[in-house]
C-alpha cells in the first residue's frame, strides 16, 4: 500500500515567518492533496497537484509536486495566525481518482 | 452550493443502540465517501460510493453498513459498535470517482460509544 510521511510532525513558527511542510511517498503520486483542518472539523481544500513539476499558488501558500512525483511541498509565506491548523497530504491510492490515503499530519502554530 | 452537510454533528450512543449518520450534498457529484479520523490520526477511507453504488469497501466491520438512497444522500447505518469506533466520521463527495478533482469534505460527525 502507498504510505504518505509528512514532516514535520509539527512546527511552531513566529507570525510573519515562511515555513514549509514536505510530504514524501513510497510510490509515484497520480494525484496529491492539501488540505487544512482545524481540531475536530472537517477538511478544507487547499491544492490538488498531478503533474510532475506543477506548482500552483494561492493567497500565501504555494505547492509543489516534484519532477518524479514522489514528493510534494507546501510553502506558506509571512504566516499568520489564521494559518494555524493541521495540514494533510493526500494521495490517490489506486490512482483512479479521489479515494485518498493520507499523511500523518503537520501540526502549525503561528505564534503572534 | 458548495457544502456537504452532515448530521448530526455529535452522537454518542450505547453499545447495543442503533443509530445513524448522514450526509448530503446538491453539487450533482457522483461519487461520494465515508472516511474515519480518530484522534490526531489521519482519515482512513471506509466506503467509497459510485453513481449509487458500493464500489470501495476497505475491509470495514459489518457493523458498519452504509447506503446511498439517491445521488445527494448518503448514510452510515451504526449497530453494536464497540468504544474504539468512537471517532469523528467525515463524509466527502466529487464528480466522479474516477475524475481528478476537488474532495469536498463535511464538518464531520463526533462519535462516541459508551
Known amino acids: 500500500s502507498q504510505e504518505l510521511e509528512q514532516s514535520p510532525q509539527s512546527l511552531i513558527v513566529q507570525e510573519g515567518k515562511n515555513l514549509t511542510i514536505n510530504c514524501t511517498s513510497s510510490?509515484?503520486?497520480?494525484?496529491l492533496y492539501w488540505y487544512k483542518q482545524k481540531y475536530g472539523e472537517g477538511l478544507i481544500f487547499l491544492m490538488m497537484?498531478?503533474?510532475?513539476?506543477e506548482e500552483k499558488s494561492h493567497e500565501k501558500i504555494t505547492a509543489k509536486l516534484d519532477e518524479k512525483k514522489q514528493q510534494s511541498s507546501l510553502h506558506i509565506t509571512a504566516s499568520q495566525p489564521s494559518h494555524a491548523g493541521i495540514y494533510l497530504c493526500g494521495a490517490d491510492v489506486f490512482g483512479a481518482g479521489n479515494m485518498l490515503t493520507f499523511g500523518g499530519g503537520t501540526r502549525l502554530m503561528v505564534k503572534p | 452550493d458548495t457544502e456537504v452537510t452532515q448530521t448530526p454533528k455529535h452522537l454518542v450512543m450505547g453499545m447495543t443502540n442503533k443509530k445513524s449518520l448522514k450526509c448530503e450534498q446538491h453539487?450533482?457529484?457522483?461519487?461520494m465517501y465515508w472516511y474515519k479520523q480518530k484522534a490526531k490520526k489521519p482519515p482512513e477511507l471506509m466506503f467509497v460510493?459510485?453513481?449509487?453504488?458500493?464500489?470501495i469497501n476497505e475491509s470495514v466491520p459489518s457493523r458498519f453498513s452504509p447506503e446511498c438512497p439517491n445521488s445527494s444522500l448518503l448514510n452510515l447505518h451504526l449497530h453494536a459498535l464497540q468504544p474504539e469506533d468512537s471517532a469523528l466520521y467525515l463524509c466527502?463527495?466529487?464528480?466522479?470517482?474516477?475524475?481528478?478533482?476537488?474532495?469536498?469534505f463535511g464538518e464531520g460527525s463526533r462519535l462516541t460509544v459508551l
Open positions: 466527502a463527495s466529487s464528480q466522479g470517482q474516477g475524475v481528478y478533482g476537488e474532495l469536498f
Open positions: 497537484l498531478q503533474k510532475g513539476g
Open positions: 510510490k509515484t503520486l497520480y494525484g
Open positions: 460510493y459510485s453513481y449509487e453504488k458500493l464500489s
Open positions: 453539487m450533482g457529484h457522483r461519487a
